[in-house]
């Protein structure tokens, strides 16, 4: 059974924010929320994760709904290399990561 | 970061043999785990490596055809048996150190193919 739901496509022009959805309505007390991302023939690669507070990294901004029922992974100036797979995983600690299905992002000129 | 290295890169293998693919970290590590990705699809758990004691599998897979072995914190093997055209995959190996943070490293994967 799939905790997160996601667009399966996204566009984004080049140098503008990207914003992926996710939704996790069952997410539990002790779930965190984690998104990987995947170039194409590629290992996953971390990208961020959160609990309840908004985080920032380098690479991303996660925003948490106060609810925690969905969850945004904002790229704050996308290039061409961010066209990728996204994947966001609701998990807790100790537990192993399970993939969905992922929104694929293209990011165009 | 872990840093993780994955052998073979890729092979091409005839059905009915067996491949065992090789997950090397430089860092002990907490967890390890196995992950199949067939063409066009997203990642699926295989199993749990567990060190000393035999791997936790995920429904659909089991032991005789993906034996599991993690002798040590930093080590861990794959191998696919008796393989047919369906095996052509890439594997993943994971790893996690939980005493430093909680994201989840991944090598650069396997492409396995089966003819």
Known sequence: DAKTTQPPSMDCAEGRAANLPCNHSTISGNEYVYWYRQIHSQGPQYIIHGLKNNETNEMASLIITEDRKSSTLILPHATLRDTAVYYCIVRATLESMRFGAGTRLTVKP | ?115
């Open chain 2, 1 to 115: 970061s872990a840093v993780i290295s994955q052998k073979p890169s890729r092979d091409i293998c005839q059905r009915g043999t067996s491949l065992t693919i090789q997950c090397q970290v430089d860092s002990q590590v907490t967890m390890m785990f196995w992950y199949r990705q067939q063409p066009g699809q997203s990642l699926t758990l295989i199993a749990t490596a567990n060190q000393g004691s035999e791997a936790t599998y995920e429904s659909g897979f089991v032991i005789d055809k993906f034996p599991i072995s993690r002798p040590n914190l930093t080590f861990s093997t794959l191998t696919v048996s008796n393989m047919s055209p369906e095996d052509s995959s890439i594997y993943l190996c994971s790893v996690e150190r939980l005493a430093v943070g909680l994201e989840a490293f991944f090598g650069q994967g396997t492409r396995l193919t089966v003819v």
